[in-house]
């Protein structure tokens, strides 16, 4: 079946630092990638849409400048979190989509002393 | 926008037990997902469905469009299967998934 894959797994970085947290369809191209954010006991929560080419649609809520998305190819999708505080520390999940299905990848960990 | 309710939110079973949970949404779909998180995190895809019954190993997915309602059934459920388990629907005029806020499942030994 489609794989996708994340890196880092798990990442811990001070505040005020940016990390950038890589998806990769491996062996599949994905027209559309989503990139997800997961508190404790909590479903998954939409953050933004990302198309190959183009600029990503972000969810009412979610900071376009804080959350940068950049979709350089049919199988890469980036997601940086720039100045990151404590409160942005939570599982961030991708997946990727083609017609009539979404892969998940297996999510990142994000914790901001 | 669609609403879509799990039930129930949290279920504790024996080893060998039959499961079912349950997952209802508001608005006309064009596929619904079940899908499992286990405790690190990752999320893997066990259904998607647009009609009638879908059987993987132990794992059955039904879905009743005209009543807008789905159901995941484990049968001979193992310690294994613990996990939270993620109703998702897709709504073509959306393009996007709506999730359900999950069922956790724990199978006791």
């Known amino acids: 079946g489609a794989v996708v894959s994340q890196h880092p797994s798990w990442v811990i970085c001070k505040s005020g630092t940016s990390v950038k947290i890589e998806c990769r369809s491996l062996d599949f191209q994905a027209t559309t990638m989503f990139w997800y954010r997961q508190f404790p006991k909590q479903s998954l929560m939409l953050m933004a849409t990302s198309n190959e080419g183009s600029k990503a649609t972000y969810e009412q809520g979610v900071e376009k400048d804080k959350f940068l998305i950049n979709h350089a190819s049919l199988t890469l999708s980036t997601l940086t979190v720039t100045s990151a505080h404590p409160e942005d520390s939570s599982f961030y999940i991708c997946?990727?989509?083609?017609?009539?299905?979404?892969?998940f990848g297996p999510g990142t960990r994000l914790t901001v002393t | 926008k669609n609403e879509v309710e799990q039930s129930p939110q949290n279920l504790t079973a024996q080893e060998g037990e039959f499961i079912t949970i349950n997952c209802s949404y508001s608005?006309?779909?064009?596929?619904l997902h079940w899908l499992q998180q286990h405790p690190g995190g990752g999320i893997v895809s066990l259904f998607m469905l647009s009609s009638g019954k879908k059987k993987h190993g132990r794992l059955i997915a039904t879905i009743n469009i005209q009543e807008k309602h789905s159901s995941l059934h484990i049968t001979a459920s193992h310690p294994r299967d613990s996990a939270v388990y993620i109703c998702a629907v897709y709504s073509g005029s959306a393009r996007q998934l709506t999730f359900g806020s999950g069922t956790q499942l724990t199978v006791l030994p």
């Open positions: 997946s990727a989509s083609v017609p009539g299905e979404q892969y």
């Open positions: 608005v006309g779909i064009s596929a």
